[in-house]
């Protein structure tokens, strides 16, 4: 099994900071209280599924795909200036306010699109105060929690060889222009998805084979009412 490495940035980030866990141990409240079935007795005599989004493999693996590092402590957060954004923490983790919110110029990012009906023009950039490494050949998918509960964040996705660099910095941040209240120590910031760096050559398959092929997948896949792609063809992936 491979292995990620999680770096505290000194002796005080365990006292306060939320350690990354596996996005597995932090499922989003939507998922959990979605149920798994929708009227049998209806759909099964016509023949069709009664699964709902829950028993959809491909969304549970996103979501359980990688690592959540999480919000190291409250930020109050006022974004309805469409000047500036303002923040604040606690005073007692004033030692920290230096490190933990950064900030680009705004020509750094000026072609970028940003729907500003929605989202403030300032990047707001948030230190996890945990830096990652993964093992040679591999790297990581930094991007915003997938399928997660609304947030007033959406982050700025990127792919980092972190085999060669350790992560170290801050992530960066669209925020909600009418936002203002608290983010919440312990809010899912980024998942972090490791994955083996590989070369890849695209092939356009002739529409008569691919046609074959994938006639006879569906009807391997759909002849059962439930758990056909998961008991068929998925592969199971563990981050611990």
Sequence with gaps: MSK??????????????????????????????????????MALPQGTSTSTVKRCMPIFDAITAGYILSLPCDIYVDATNPAKITWSIPNPLSMIKNDLVSSHSREQYSTYPIDETRYHRDLFRIMPFWALETEEGHSVLVTNPIHRDPSPLQAISGVVDSDKFIVDGHFSFLVEKDFKGVLKQGMPLVQVIPFKRDDYEMELVDPVVANKLITKQRMFLRSTFKFGYKNKMRSKKDYK
């Excluded at 490495?5 to 006292?15: H, I, L, V």
């Design 4 to 41: 990620i490495k999680f770096y505290p940035f000194n002796d005080r980030t365990p006292a306060f900071t939320p350690e990354p866990i596996p996005a597995s141990k932090s499922m989003p409240d939507w998922y959990k209280k979605m149920p798994s079935d929708i009227n049998e007795e």
